[in-house]
């Protein structure tokens, strides 16, 4: 089983920033792929951004490139997003993904695991 704990969402007005954290554990978490999806109401859960179990890799989706970026943190069982240039569009649940395939953390339909979520939302 893996356990997925996200954290750090909150209120920001448009052109600031948040950093959301992803903590994973578990006596199975290992080479694990992560990743953020978000959910506004009313729309379907979308991919953000992924990163390799190395880290070395990332992907994000094109409405958030130059914006956010993922990062993992020294134990590598924490990924971070950090969101700069917010805008009220952004405003959404956020979710941890987590899958041993980053092929399959960058699908909602096929990500394994899934935290509980964090809010963020962005006023204009």
């Known amino acids: 089983q893996v356990q997925l704990v996200e954290s750090g969402g909150g209120l920001v007005q448009a052109g600031g920033s948040l950093r959301l954290s992803c903590a994973a554990s578990?006596?199975?978490?290992?080479?694990?792929?992560m990743g953020w999806f978000r959910q506004a109401p009313g729309k379907e859960r979308e991919f953000v951004a992924a990163?390799?179990?190395?880290?070395?890799?990332?992907y994000s989706a094109d409405s958030v490139k130059g914006r956010f970026s993922i990062s993992k943190g020294n134990a590598k069982n924490t990924v971070y997003l950090q969101m700069n240039s917010l805008k009220p569009e952004d405003t959404a649940v956020y979710y941890c993904?987590?899958?041993?395939?980053?092929?399959?953390?960058?699908?909602?339909?096929?990500?394994?695991?899934w935290g509980q979520g964090t809010q963020v939302t962005v006023s204009s």
């Open positions: 578990g006596s199975t978490f290992n080479n694990y792929a």
């Open positions: 990163i390799t179990w190395s880290g070395a890799i990332t």
């Open positions: 993904a987590a899958d041993p395939r980053v092929t399959q953390v960058m699908v909602a339909s096929k990500a394994g695991y």
